[in-house]
């Protein structure tokens, strides 16, 4: 069973560009999160999408969007970038279930370095 | 709000030593705790659970009790090995269903033979 895809693992992008990453879950999981990752601030939640819907969102700024498609693939963006942005993005996907915690799966993550 | 606090690292343990990793929680209601392990250049692995007071997660040699009294859940294992090399993540979850993860900053631990 394949695992949570994230592309492009790597990129490089200069102030005020735009940056697109995508995300595909596990087959049948039709939630999927976006987290960002960085040495100072740690793992914080970015948002939520379940059925394309976004479901929850946490504390960033217009700047980062997302969406969910039919098929659950998801992906974030991001605008006007900035130095700060810079930072490991990992998507995770989950499947809904109503007994117990749901666990979350995460990618390896896409690397973007804000020069 | 729900925050997740961690003994910060790094932590450095020669091969065969116990290991303990301090994680206590605040948080409403009655939340699902994690432990999750990433290993260099990789996501997050999920490394065990649990989802209710005194509840044991285990997985690979590593446990973790849900202490609901002193809202901890210490990460322990008896004798590490060098592949145990890698950042740790206490998380929780505020209740089963559509609620985010909430992490500590993570501790690093290095093992050495």
């Known amino acids: 069973k394949a695992g949570v895809t994230q592309t492009p693992r790597y990129l490089i992008k200069t102030r005020g560009q735009q940056v697109t990453l995508s995300c595909s879950p596990i087959s049948g999981h039709r939630s999927v999160s976006w987290y960002q990752q960085t040495p100072g601030q740690g793992l914080q939640f970015l948002f939520e999408y379940f059925s394309e819907t976004q479901r929850n969102k946490g504390n960033f700024p217009g700047r980062f969007s997302g969406r969910q498609f039919s098929n659950s693939r998801s992906e974030m963006n991001v605008s006007t970038l900035e130095l700060g942005d810079s930072a490991l993005y990992l998507c995770a996907s989950s499947l809904e279930t109503r007994a117990g915690a749901n666990v979350l799966t995460f990618g390896a993550g896409s690397r973007l370095t804000v020069l | 709000g729900n925050s997740v606090t961690q003994m910060e690292g790094p932590v450095t343990l020669s091969e065969e030593a116990f290991l303990t990793i301090n994680c206590t929680y605040t948080?409403?209601?009655?939340?699902?705790l994690f432990w999750y392990v990433q290993y260099p250049g990789e996501g997050l692995q999920l490394l065990l659970k649990?989802?209710?007071?005194?509840d044991k997660g285990s997985n690979k040699g590593f446990e973790a009790t849900y202490r609901k009294e002193t809202t901890s859940f210490h990460l322990e294992k008896g004798s590490v090995q060098v592949s145990d090399s890698a950042v740790y993540f206490c998380?929780?979850?505020?209740?089963?269903?559509?609620?985010?993860?909430?992490f500590g900053k993570g501790t690093r631990l290095s093992v050495i033979a």
């Open positions: 649990a989802t209710k007071a005194d």
């Open positions: 948080a409403t209601g009655y939340p699902s």
């Open positions: 998380a929780l979850s505020r209740s089963p269903g559509n609620t985010p993860l909430v």
